[in-house]
């Protein structure tokens, strides 16, 4: 951390904000020095100065407990309590998102807390972390889904995902960082911690074809509701998550040019920015969907259909939830006959990995706004007919003259450099 310069004690300008720093030393049955600090952005020099207060006697009653001899009871939920406020406090300070911080928060809640919540932060190791593993490869999902109102849905208690829980424990890793300097431990339980999750933990990764694409929509139209057909086909033309489709309003749309704009997502009714960066796009529309769209609107603005700013609200005006959307999509795909289980993540995944197969990475990107190459590959599905394909495509024929070698497999290339002697 760049402490900057110095303008009073304990406290410096760091150009971008202010670092507030104290030191404070405990003499008993044993001495202690305890230090704190933190970089304070987008605060007044009187604020940074109430912060260095509130660190100097949280410091202070740390060194005098630890001074008289007296071992933490500190548990990690308390611990978690005071990482959701520093949380707040980088959200509020634009270092990070509101989804990120949620996240995290969601991720405390529901994998790390339950099981590590009651342990003394001083006496957590390593043993402990593996121990967690073991408990979250266990854990299953609820056996029921909301959808409006009290209304539930069964389903099956399957186990969490390799990405869900390898996402717990990115945010187990940075909690226990925090903890490490927030309770001043001897060192990080989870620093030298490893995990490899078994690959088939989770649901298998599914695809659709494109005969399956085609079944699906047909199947969609025996629905009483007509918009459900034409929210799959945006959804499947645009690779948009759940939260994008249900977030999209009639303004979005430039029908003249062909476009729809992801500028926005909807989660648990709240409107946000898009997942990242590469989220934010334009979507081409081809012309057949342009045409549904132009009766739609019409048939939108005749029917004063309610929450009608947004392109597919639900029946009484408000965001569809993704459990709507892909309870609707089991019931289509069960009536075309489509043995797999249809969500709409499912549908992104069939978007990219189409365009990828019919064009290349660089636009199934551009299609589906993700930022890496890594995310592109792990939502595509590579069969050996197209590997095969593709080493054709970039060798040619070059591999066929060693079939035609001597016996021995050595070949002679006549035209090739000579070997000089000497």
Same mark, same amino acid.
């Given at each position: 951390?760049?402490?900057?310069?110095?303008?009073?004690?304990?406290?410096?300008?760091?150009?971008?904000?202010?670092?507030?720093?104290?030191?404070?030393?405990?003499?008993?049955?044993?001495?202690?020095?305890?230090?704190?600090?933190?970089?304070?952005?987008?605060? +007044?020099?009187?604020?940074?100065?109430?912060?260095?207060?509130?660190?100097?006697?949280?410091?202070?009653?740390?060194?005098?407990?630890?001074?008289?001899?007296?071992?933490?009871?500190?548990? @990690?939920?308390?611990?978690?309590?005071?990482?959701?406020?520093?949380?707040?406090?980088?959200?509020?300070?634009?270092?990070?998102?509101?989804?990120?911080?949620?996240?995290?928060?969601?991720?405390?809640?529901?994998?790390?807390?339950?099981? /590590?919540?009651?342990?003394?932060?001083?006496?957590?190791?390593?043993?402990?972390?593996?121990?967690?593993?073991?408990?979250?490869?266990?854990?299953?999902?609820?056996?029921?889904?909301?959808?409006?109102?009290?209304? #539930?849905?069964?389903?099956?208690?399957?186990?969490?995902?390799?990405? *869900?829980?390898?996402?717990?424990?990115?945010?187990?890793?940075?909690?226990?960082?925090?903890?490490?300097?927030?309770?001043?431990?001897?060192?990080?339980?989870?620093?030298?911690?490893?995990?490899?999750? %078994?690959?088939?933990?989770?649901?298998?990764?599914?695809?659709?074809?494109?005969?399956?694409?085609?079944?699906? /929509?047909?199947?969609?139209?025996?629905?009483?509701?007509?918009?459900?057909? @034409?929210?799959?086909?945006?959804?499947?033309?645009?690779?948009?998550?759940?939260?994008?489709?249900?977030?999209?309003?009639?303004?979005? @749309?430039?029908?003249?040019?062909? +476009?729809?704009?992801?500028?926005?997502?909807?989660?648990?009714?709240?409107?946000?920015?898009?997942?990242?960066?590469?989220?934010?796009?334009?979507?081409?529309?081809?012309?057949?969907?342009?045409?549904?769209?132009?009766?739609?609107?019409?048939?939108?603005?005749?029917?004063?259909?309610?929450?009608?700013?947004?392109?597919?609200?639900?029946?009484?005006?408000?965001?569809? +939830?993704?459990?709507?959307?892909?309870?609707?999509?089991?019931?289509?795909?069960?009536?075309?006959?489509?043995?797999?289980?249809?969500?709409?993540?499912?549908?992104?995944? *069939? #978007?990219?990995?189409?365009?990828?197969?019919?064009?290349?990475?660089?636009?199934?990107?551009?299609?589906?706004?993700?930022?890496?190459? %890594?995310?592109?590959?792990?939502?595509?599905?590579?069969? /050996? %007919?197209?590997?095969?394909?593709?080493?054709?495509?970039?060798?040619?024929?070059?591999?066929?003259?060693?079939?035609?070698?001597?016996?021995?497999?050595? *070949?002679?290339?006549?035209?090739?450099?000579?070997?000089?002697?000497?």
């Amino acid at each position: 951390m760049r402490m900057g310069k110095r303008i009073a004690p304990g406290l410096y300008d760091a150009g971008d904000g202010y670092v507030v720093r104290v030191k404070v030393t405990a003499v008993g049955s044993l001495k202690t020095t305890k230090w704190k600090s933190e970089k304070l952005v987008g605060v +007044t020099k009187a604020q940074a100065l109430v912060r260095l207060e509130q660190l100097k006697e949280r410091a202070r009653n740390e060194a005098e407990s630890m001074a008289r001899g007296e071992t933490s009871t500190t548990t @990690l939920s308390a611990y978690a309590r005071l990482f959701v406020e520093d949380l707040g406090r980088r959200v509020t300070r634009g270092e990070i998102t509101k989804r990120t911080a949620d996240g995290h928060t969601d991720r405390l809640q529901t994998f790390i807390l339950p099981v /590590l919540g009651a342990h003394d932060v001083a006496r957590l190791t390593p043993k402990d972390v593996k121990g967690w593993m073991r408990s979250v490869e266990a854990m299953k999902r609820p056996s029921v889904r909301r959808g409006r109102g009290k209304k #539930t849905w069964a389903q099956e208690s399957l186990p969490y995902s390799k990405g *869900t829980l390898m996402g717990a424990w990115r945010v187990l890793r940075a909690f226990l960082a925090w903890v490490t300097v927030e309770a001043d431990l001897p060192r990080n339980p989870a620093a030298f911690v490893r995990w490899d999750i %078994e690959a088939n933990s989770g649901n298998p990764r599914v695809w659709m074809t494109k005969g399956e694409v085609a079944l699906l /929509l047909e199947s969609a139209k025996a629905e009483a509701d007509a918009r459900l057909r @034409l929210m799959c086909v945006v959804a499947l033309v645009g690779a948009m998550r759940s939260s994008e489709v249900s977030a999209l309003q009639r303004s979005d @749309l430039d029908l003249d040019h062909g +476009t729809a704009t992801i500028n926005r997502s909807v989660v648990h009714g709240v409107f946000n920015k898009p997942k990242t960066k590469g989220s934010r796009r334009v979507v081409a529309l081809p012309s057949e969907v342009v045409e549904e769209l132009r009766a739609y609107l019409c048939w939108q603005d005749d029917n004063e259909v309610k929450g009608r700013p947004l392109l597919f609200p639900s029946s009484v005006g408000t965001p569809q +939830t993704p459990d709507t959307i892909n309870y609707a999509l089991e019931r289509i795909a069960k009536r075309a006959g489509i043995a797999k289980r249809i969500t709409s993540h499912v549908m992104r995944r *069939t #978007t990219n990995d189409l365009v990828r197969r019919a064009v290349n990475d660089v636009v199934a990107r551009a299609v589906t706004g993700h930022v890496t190459a %890594e995310m592109t590959e792990h939502y595509s599905a590579f069969d /050996l %007919e197209e590997k095969a394909a593709a080493l054709k495509s970039a060798f040619g024929d070059v591999f066929g003259g060693l079939a035609r070698g001597n016996s021995t497999g050595a *070949t002679r290339d006549e035209e090739g450099p000579k070997v000089l002697d000497g």
